[in-house]
């Protein structure tokens, strides 16, 4: 029963408690008005007999239909009650029911997309290496190439959004690894992409544990891809990476503040006013990795000291 129905039911059941008791105490005065025998009473007895008999007649009918009219009261808000719960349950079913199809048709889309987006890159690479391209056809190729890469990482984040919502969870295949060599690739990588902004600091030799590797370089590179494009233009993203005996830690920090701080890791969340590159998933698949893995993510983000990220996930 709601909460709402629970109290009024107790308030009623109150109410109900006041009249019986209010009906034997009636009956008290009335059982000492009938049989005692006080000389100065100005009634005979079977006066006071008769007057009792009235009061009995008036007081049995008041508490029979006080408490009949609330008996009634009383089922219909246990009934209404129970109307309420089914349709809240009835709700909650359908939207269920919505998730699931919406989320296996994104499944299905994102996998359909990927052969196209696939031929479409095979193309523009087929036409780089065979050069004789002038200054305007390239430029041209490489927009294509680089709209190409952006809908390919919207499809991922797609598919992995789909994928944790019907599994529970994104799924992760930890194997034998060494987490440090998966940062280093990561780093790199970003750093050809933009420029070699990204400062690696390793402080020790204690990556080795149980990753999924794809995995976690998904999360790590949506992190460096957040950095860069929330981070202030032209300034440094550091990486800082250490390990307990049980535990690796992982920071990453930009210069840049980050706007609704409590909705960094929901889907699709606000994008501090700017351009959207995607759809805002990638920082929610990054905490649904982390937390695949056993670990946890928070953020620290103010003007004085800028956005810090932290990972920490057990080695097994």
């Known amino acids: 029963m709601s909460t709402e129905g629970g109290m009024q039911v107790r308030r009623i059941t109150r109410q109900i408690a006041g009249l019986s008791a209010m009906a034997i105490v009636l009956a008290g005065i009335v059982y000492a008005i009938t049989f005692a025998r006080f000389p100065w009473h100005p009634i005979d007895y079977e006066g006071r007999r008769a007057i009792v008999d009235l009061i009995y007649v008036v007081v049995g009918v008041y508490v029979i239909i006080g408490v009949g009219s609330q008996a009634i009261i009383i089922w219909r808000v246990r009934w209404l009650a129970k109307f309420y719960e089914n349709l809240i349950a009835e709700r909650e079913a359908c939207r269920r029911q919505n998730d699931v199809f919406r989320d296996t048709f994104i499944g299905i889309l994102g996998h359909d997309l990927r052969n196209p987006l696939s031929a479409i890159q095979a193309g523009v690479s087929l036409v780089r ?6 200054a305007r056809n390239q430029d041209a190729l490489d927009r294509v190439m680089r709209a190409s890469v952006r809908m390919t990482n919207m499809i991922e984040e797609m598919l992995s959004l789909a994928q944790t919502r019907l599994a529970g969870g994104i799924p992760v295949k930890r194997e034998p690894a060494d987490l440090y060599q998966v940062i280093h690739k990561i780093v790199d990588e970003a750093n050809l992409a933009y420029g070699h902004r990204v400062q690696l600091q390793i402080d020790d030799e204690g990556g080795a544990g149980l990753w999924d590797g794809e995995r976690f370089s998904q999360a790590l590179a949506n992190l460096l891809g957040n950095a860069i494009e929330h981070g202030e233009k032209n300034t440094p993203i550091a990486v800082h990476a250490w390990s307990s005996d049980v535990r690796v830690f992982l920071e990453v920090h930009n210069e840049g ?3 609704h701080p409590g909705s ?3 889907p699709f969340r ?3 006013g700017r351009k959207k590159s995607g759809l805002g998933l990638g920082l929610y698949i990054t905490n649904e990795i ?3 893995h056993g670990g946890a993510i928070s953020v620290v ?3 004085d000291v800028g956005t810090t990220f932290r990972v920490e996930v057990p080695k097994a």
Not at 129 to 134: A, C, T, V, Y
């Open 129 to 134: 290496k065979q050069g004789k391209l002038d």
């Open 270 to 272: 606000p994008r501090n």
């Open 264 to 266: 960094l890791f929901e």
């Open 257 to 259: 503040v980050m706007d």
């Open 290 to 292: 982390v937390r695949a």
């Open 301 to 303: 983000s103010t003007p």
